[in-house]
C-alpha cells in the first residue's frame, strides 16, 4: 500500500499540498507519535488493572488435564466414513459461502470505497462545495462504520429473521461487513494512489467519475483485487464461524460436535478447517507476491487465480443453489419493517452503569488480545518470513512457524475460549487470550509478509559496513517494520472489538454478552441500544486507530 | 480483458436465472429440532424421522439440522420451520412470536424434567437437600449452558432465585458454557465451582463412566418441570390441508418402541415414546423467563 | 482582443502561507506568455488560478469569460475543457498505455459509458495517433507509459492537450523535469502547437533564457506579486538579476 505513496518535493508543491503540508506541521508528528503513545500505554496499563478484579488465581495449572484431553485427540481423529463424508460436503459448502460473500464483499467494497474516499469528494472543490463534500463524505465514512461495528454473528441472526433459512443469510453476513471493510481499504488504496493525474483530469473538465475511472482505478485495482483474496481467506474463518448459528458447514459440524465434546469429531472439522485455511493462504500469498513483485494482470499465476476464482463462483453458486428472489419477495420487507418496529426506537431507559462497564470490559478485553497478538507476531513473523539463502533449515523453520500460525487462525475462537477456561479463572484473560492466539495467527503472518517484502538495501549496506546481525536488526529492520506492524494490528483491534461477542463462554460480561443476552430474549430495542454502543465503540477505535497511524507514517 | 467482461456477463446471466429459478414450491412439512443429549446423532442421521414421517403421512417431511436456539425461534417465526421441537423457554418464546402455535407432543421424559446443580470436590460444597439449602452456592462462581437453556439457565435460576440466590450473588459474572458436557467440563477443570445443567445429561454421562467422579459431583436435583416438546405453527392445516396437523400429533404420539425404525428414532432424541401435553403445561416456564426477563 | 485571463488584485494564501497577492493581469487571445521567477514566487500558484484549480482567496480570477468561484460545477466543467494544462511531472497514469494517456484529454466531452469502454477498446484511435506524430512519437501509441523517458512523457502530455483542442494551453514549469535540449524541444513544440491553431499559451518557466527567447510577453513574479509584465526586449539584464537576487543581500545574485 504505502508503495503507491508519492514522493512528493517541497519546491514542486501545487496549492492543495502546500496546504496539508502546513496542517501536517501543526497536528501530529513526533509529538502526536508520544502523544499516542501515551494513550496505548495508559489504555493498556488500565486493562491489564481490570484483571485485577478476577477472584482467586487467574491461572489454575490443575485443569491442564483437559487440555491434554483435547490435545491428545489430535492424534485420534474420527475417521468414521460417513462422518468423513458430512465433513466433506460441510467443507465445500464453508468454500462456497466464503467465495460468495467475497464476491459481494468486493463489489461492495468497491462502490463503497469509491463513495467514501477522500478523492471522490473533496479532490479539486473549494470553498462552500468543499465544505458541503465535506459534510457529504463525513456522512459516507460514519455509515460504513455500522456494518463493520457489527460482527458477522449478529448479521446472521438479522438475515436469518428477514430473509429465512436460506444460504443468502451466510453470504450477506459475510459480504456486508467485509465489503464495509474492504470499502475502508479500498477508499484508502485510491486515497493514496498518485493524486496529480487525476487532479489534471479534473482540471481539463472531466466529470469526476470518468476521471477516478481513467486515472485512480487502473493504479489501485489489482490493489483492490488482491486484496479480494485476503478477504477470501478471512471469509472461510468466517464462514466457520457462522456455522455455530446454523448457516451449515464446518462451523456447523464443529458446534455440534463440540457441544457434546466429542474431540475426536471435533479434531477432524478442525483438520479440515485447517487444511483450507492454509490452502487459501497458499493461494493467496502466491497472488499477493506476484503483486507486491511488481507483476501485471498478465502474470499467468495472477490470471489463473482470476479465471480459477470465477470458475470456483459459478460452482459456489451451483452447489449452494442461490435463490435471490427472496431479496424481492414481498415478505422479505414485511419482516424487515417488523423487525424495524419491534427495535425502534431503541431502549434508552438503560442501566447505563452496567452499559458503560460492559463497554470498558470490551475494550480491556480487545486491547490485551491485541497486545498479545502484536507482540507475539512481532516475535514469530522473523522466523516465519522466507527471507535469505534457501537453506534446508530456513526451510524447515519458515514451514514450521507457518505452521503454527495456520493452526492458531484455523481454531475458532470459542474453541480458544473452552480451552483457555479450563486453565485460567473465568473472566476477562481466557477472553483475552482467546482472541489474542487467534489474531496472533493472522497477524504473524501478515507481518512476515511485510518482512518479506522490505527494503534489503538498508541491511545490506550496514552490513556491508560490518554491523552485526543485532545492529542490522535494530537499525535497519525493527525501524521499517515496527509502523507497520503497528499499522496491523491498529487495523485488527476493530475486528477484536468486534470479536468479543464470540467469546461469551469465558463468562466475561461485556457488550458481546449483553448482545447475546438480549437477543436471545429477543428484545430487540434493548438490543439495538447496545448496538449503538458497540458502533460508537468501533468509531472511537476507529478514530483513534487513524491518528496513531498518522502520527507513526 | 474482453474475455473477461464476456465472462462477468455469463454470470451474472446464470445468477439471475438461478434467481427466477425458484418456482412453485412442492407443499411440505418443514421440521427442526434441537436435542438435548448428543445432538450431532439426530443432526447428522436426521433422515430417518424425516422418512418415517414422510411415509405415515403422505406428504414430503423435510429435517432442517440446526444447532442455535434463538436461530431456530427466528426460523420458526419467519415461517420457514412448520414445526420444531423446542425447549421449555425457546417453545415458549416462538409461541409468543407465533401466537396460536399448538403443543402437540412431548416426550415422555419431559413431563418430569428436572435440573442438577454440580460442584467441584475442592469446593468443598455439600449436596444439599432442598431448594432453600442452593444458599450455599451463593459467593461461589457459577456456570449455566446455553443462554436460552430451559435446563441448563431457566430453571437454575428460577430455584436459586427462590433460595434468595440473585444474579448477581455469585463470585463474578455467571458463565454460559453453551451446552450441558461443556457445562460438566469447565466445572470438572475448576474454571467454576458451580454448575447447573440437564438431569438427564448428567446421568448418562455418570453412567458411560465419562465423568471425573473424584472431582465434580452432584449437589442437588430440582424439582421437576416441563421441559421439550414439538411445536407446530397454526398455518399448517392451511398449507398441507385440514387435519394435517392433528395426523402429524398422532404420527407422533404411535411411535412405538417395539418397532426397530421407531426404537431408532425414539433414541436418537433420547426418549421411551413421545406423549400428548398441553399449552398449561409450559405456564410455569413462561412465568419464570418473564421474571427473568427471558420473555417479553 | 478578448481577454482569455484576467486577474484583479488576485491574493492566494493558505493558513500560514501567502502564494499571491494584488495580482492584476490580462491575458488576450492568442498570446504567448512567459511567467518567471525565483522558486516560491508563486508561479504554479499563478498557473492554477488560471485553470480554476484554485480559487483566488481575494479579488477574482476570470477565465474565458468564467469566474470559477462562482460557477456551477457543469458549467465550470465546459470552461475547464477549454483550458488546457502541461505539467513538470507530466501527471500521466503510468500503469496505463499511452493511447489511454492521451485520450484523458477530452474525456470532458465523453458520457460515462463511452469513457468506461474506453479503457477496455480505446476509443478514437486516428486522433490519437495524429496527436502523437504531431509531438514525435507515433511509435510509442502502445507503449506502456512507465517505459518512456522524460521527454517522451511529456510530449505524451502534450499530445493530451492536443486532442483536448483548447482555447487555451497553460504549462507550469513543463521543462524542469526535462534535459536542455529536450527543453528546448519541447518549448518550441509548444509554441509551434500554440501558434498553428492560434491558441493562447501562459508557460511558468525557471529558464529566463528560454523565456525571453521565445515568449512575446514576460511575467514575473516575486514573492507573490507581480514585479514586472512586459516584452522580452524590454526586460533588462538588471531586471532579471534584481528577480533573482537573494532576499536579504541585494546585489548579490545567487
Redo the contacts between chains.
Keep these: 500500500m504505502t508503495d503507491t505513496l508519492e514522493s512528493r518535493e517541497a519546491s514542486t508543491l501545487p496549492p492543495v499540498e502546500l496546504r496539508e503540508a502546513a496542517g501536517a506541521v501543526a497536528g501530529t508528528g513526533r509529538r502526536g507519535a508520544r502523544w499516542w503513545s501515551g494513550v496505548g500505554l495508559v489504555l493498556l496499563i488500565a486493562s491489564l488493572g481490570a484483571l485485577a478484579w478476577t477472584p482467586g488465581p487467574l491461572v489454575r495449572p490443575e485443569g491442564f488435564t483437559l487440555v491434554t484431553d483435547f490435545l491428545g485427540a489430535a492424534t485420534t481423529p474420527s475417521t468414521d466414513g460417513a462422518f468423513l463424508a458430512v465433513v466433506g460436503s460441510a467443507a465445500v459448502t464453508t468454500v462456497a459461502y466464503a467465495v460468495l460473500g467475497t464476491v459481494v464483499s468486493v463489489v461492495l467494497g468497491f462502490v463503497g470505497g469509491i463513495l467514501s474516499s477522500e478523492v471522490w469528494w473533496l479532490e479539486g472543490r473549494h470553498g462552500a462545495a468543499r465544505r458541503r463534500a465535506t459534510a457529504g463524505w463525513i456522512a459516507v465514512r460514519g455509515t460504513l462504520v455500522l456494518p463493520r461495528a457489527i460482527h458477522e454473528v449478529i448479521w446472521g441472526l438479522v438475515f436469518l429473521s428477514v430473509l429465512g433459512l436460506t444460504p443468502l443469510v451466510a453470504v450477506l453476513a459475510i459480504g456486508i461487513p467485509f465489503g464495509a471493510v474492504t470499502a475502508k481499504v479500498f477508499s484508502e488504496l485510491l486515497d493514496e494512489s498518485p493524486r496529480r493525474p487525476y487532479r489534471a483530469a479534473l482540471a481539463a473538465g472531466t466529470p469526476r467519475a470518468i476521471a477516478l475511472l481513467h486515472t485512480l482505478l487502473p493504479v489501485a485495482w489489482s490493489d483492490l483485487l488482491s486484496y479480494g483474496f485476503y478477504r477470501f481467506e478471512c471469509a472461510i474463518r468466517s464462514a466457520a464461524i457462522l456455522g455455530l448459528i446454523g448457516a451449515g458447514g464446518l462451523g456447523f459440524q464443529l458446534a455440534l460436535s463440540l457441544q457434546t465434546l466429542n474431540y475426536r469429531e471435533v479434531w477432524t472439522v478442525l483438520y479440515a478447517l485447517i487444511v483450507l485455511s492454509a490452502a487459501t493462504d497458499v493461494w493467496s500469498s502466491a497472488v499477493r507476491r506476484r503483486r507486491a513483485s511488481g507483476a501485471r494482470p498478465g502474470n499467468p499465476v495472477i490470471r489463473g487465480s482470476l479465471v480459477a476464482a470465477l470458475v470456483l463462483g459459478l460452482f459456489s453458486l451451483w452447489w449452494v443453489q442461490l435463490d435471490l428472489s427472496v431479496l424481492v419477495a414481498a415478505d422479505t420487507w414485511r419482516l424487515a419493517g417488523q423487525i424495524v418496529t419491534d427495535a425502534w426506537p431503541p431502549t434508552l431507559d438503560v442501566p447505563v452503569f452496567e452499559l458503560v462497564v460492559a463497554a470498558l470490559i470490551t475494550v480491556a478485553m480487545s486491547v490485551l488480545a491485541i497486545v498479545l497478538a502484536v507482540a507475539g507476531g512481532a516475535v514469530l513473523a522473523f522466523p516465519a518470513a522466507s527471507t535469505g539463502a534457501p537453506t534446508i533449515g530456513r526451510r524447515v523453520r519458515v514451514v514450521a512457524t507457518r505452521a503454527v500460525l495456520i493452526v492458531l487462525r484455523a481454531l475458532p475462537p470459542p474453541v480458544w475460549a473452552l480451552l483457555f477456561l479450563f486453565v485460567m479463572a473465568p473472566g476477562l484473560l481466557p477472553g483475552a487470550m482467546a482472541l489474542g492466539v487467534y489474531t496472533l495467527g493472522i497477524l504473524g503472518r501478515l507481518m512476515a509478509e511485510s518482512v518479506e517484502n522490505l527494503e534489503r538495501r538498508p541491511q545490506q549496506a550496514l552490513q556491508a559496513a560490518g554491523a552485526s546481525g543485532a545492529a542490522v536488526s535494530v537499525y535497519a529492520v525493527v525501524p521499517a517494520v515496527a509502523p507497520r506492524f503497528v499499522a496491523f494490528g491498529l487495523y485488527r483491534w476493530e475486528v477484536t472489538i468486534r470479536e468479543t461477542v464470540v467469546v461469551g463462554v469465558v463468562g466475561a460480561g461485556g457488550l458481546g454478552l449483553l448482545l447475546n443476552d438480549q437477543l436471545t430474549s429477543f428484545d430487540y430495542a434493548a438490543s439495538l441500544t447496545t448496538l449503538a454502543v458497540v458502533v460508537v465503540l468501533t468509531a472511537l477505535v476507529d478514530a483513534t486507530s487513524a491518528g496513531v497511524r498518522r502520527s507513526v507514517r | 480483458?474482453?474475455r473477461?467482461?464476456a465472462?462477468i456477463v455469463l454470470?451474472l446471466t446464470?445468477?439471475?436465472t438461478?434467481?427466477?429459478?425458484?418456482g412453485a414450491e412442492p407443499r411440505e412439512l418443514v421440521i427442526s429440532a434441537i436435542p438435548d443429549q448428543?445432538?450431532?446423532k439426530l443432526?447428522?442421521l436426521y433422515g430417518a424421522l424425516a422418512e418415517r414421517l414422510t411415509g405415515t403421512l403422505g406428504f414430503p417431511v423435510r429435517y432442517?439440522?440446526?444447532?442455535?436456539?434463538?436461530?431456530?425461534?427466528?426460523?420458526y417465526?419467519?415461517?420457514?420451520?412448520d414445526m420444531v421441537f423446542f425447549g421449555g423457554l425457546t417453545g415458549v418464546?416462538a409461541r409468543q412470536?407465533v401466537p396460536g402455535s399448538v403443543p402437540l407432543a412431548q416426550r415422555d421424559v419431559d413431563e418430569r424434567f428436572r435440573s442438577v446443580f454440580v460442584a467441584t470436590t475442592a469446593s468443598g460444597i455439600a449436596p444439599v437437600a432442598d431448594v432453600a439449602g442452593l444458599r450455599s452456592v451463593g459467593g461461589r462462581?457459577l456456570?449455566f449452558g446455553s443462554?436460552?437453556s430451559t435446563s441448563g439457565r431457566l430453571m437454575p435460576q428460577f430455584f436459586l432465585d427462590q433460595a434468595g440466590v440473585g444474579p448477581n450473588a455469585f463470585?463474578?459474572?455467571?458463565?454460559?458454557?453453551?451446552?450441558h458436557?461443556?457445562t460438566i467440563?469447565?466445572v470438572?477443570?475448576?474454571?467454576?465451582e458451580v454448575g447447573a445443567l440437564n438431569s438427564s445429561v448428567w446421568d448418562q454421562r455418570v453412567a458411560a463412566g465419562q465423568v471425573d467422579t473424584t472431582k465434580v459431583r452432584e449437589i442437588f436435583r430440582t424439582p421437576t418441570y416441563h421441559d421439550y416438546h414439538w411445536l407446530a405453527r397454526p398455518d399448517i392445516d392451511d398449507e398441507l390441508g385440514a387435519g394435517a396437523t392433528s395426523r402429524i400429533r398422532d404420527a407422533l404420539l404411535g411411535l412405538r418402541p417395539s418397532d426397530p425404525v421407531d426404537k431408532n428414532i425414539l433414541d436418537l432424541f433420547g426418549a421411551g415414546s413421545f406423549i400428548p401435553t398441553q399449552p398449561q403445561n409450559y405456564d410455569q416456564v413462561e412465568q419464570v423467563g418473564r421474571s427473568l426477563?427471558?420473555?417479553? | 482582443m478578448t481577454a482569455v485571463f484576467t486577474l484583479e488584485g488576485a491574493g492566494l494564501s493558505y493558513p500560514g502561507v501567502t502564494a499571491l497577492r494584488g495580482c492584476d493581469l490580462e491575458i488576450s487571445a492568442g498570446e504567448r506568455v512567459a511567467v518567471i521567477g525565483p522558486s516560491g514566487a508563486g508561479k504554479s500558484s499563478l498557473i492554477a488560478l488560471l485553470n480554476g484549480t484554485a480559487l483566488p482567496t481575494d479579488g477574482t480570477a476570470t477565465t474565458l469569460g468564467c469566474d470559477f468561484a462562482r460557477t456551477r460545477t457543469r458549467a465550470a466543467r465546459r470552461t475547464r475543457r477549454q483550458v488546457g494544462t502541461v505539467y513538470q511531472q507530466f501527471d500521466l497514469v503510468e500503469q496505463l498505455r499511452v493511447v489511454h494517456n492521451v485520450n484523458a484529454g477530452r474525456l470532458g466531452y465523453w458520457p460515462f459509458w463511452k469513457a468506461a469502454y474506453s479503457l477496455v477498446r480505446p476509443r478514437g484511435i486516428d486522433e490519437v495517433r495524429h496527436a502523437l506524430e504531431r509531438v514525435g512519437i507515433a511509435d510509442k501509441l502502445e507503449a506502456r507509459t512507465v517505459t518512456l523517458s522524460g521527454g517522451q512523457k511529456q510530449r505524451v502530455a502534450l499530445a493530451r492537450v492536443l486532442v483536448q483542442q483548447p482555447q487555451a494551453i497553460l504549462a507550469d514549469e513543463p521543462i524542469a523535469s526535462l534535459d536542455p535540449r529536450l527543453g528546448a524541444e519541447v518549448i518550441d513544440l509548444l509554441n509551434e502547437i500554440s501558434a498553428e491553431a492560434g491558441t493562447t499559451l501562459v508557460t511558468s518557466l525557471h529558464d529566463v533564457d528560454m523565456a525571453l527567447s521565445r515568449f512575446q510577453r514576460i511575467v514575473a513574479l516575486r514573492d507573490g506579486h507581480i514585479v514586472f509584465d512586459r516584452p522580452p526586449d524590454a526586460v533588462s539584464t538588471g531586471d532579471v538579476e534584481e528577480l533573482y537576487a537573494a532576499p536579504d543581500s541585494p546585489g548579490l545574485v545567487g
Design positions: 480483458m474482453r473477461v467482461l465472462v454470470v446464470a445468477a439471475l438461478a434467481a427466477c429459478g425458484g448428543d445432538p450431532q443432526q447428522r432442517v439440522p440446526l444447532t442455535d436456539y434463538a436461530a431456530s425461534v427466528t426460523a417465526r419467519r415461517g420457514d420451520l418464546q412470536q462462581s456456570t443462554e436460552s463470585r463474578g459474572p455467571s458463565g454460559f458454557s453453551g451446552s458436557d461443556a467440563a469447565v470438572t477443570s475448576g474454571a467454576y426477563g427471558l420473555v417479553q
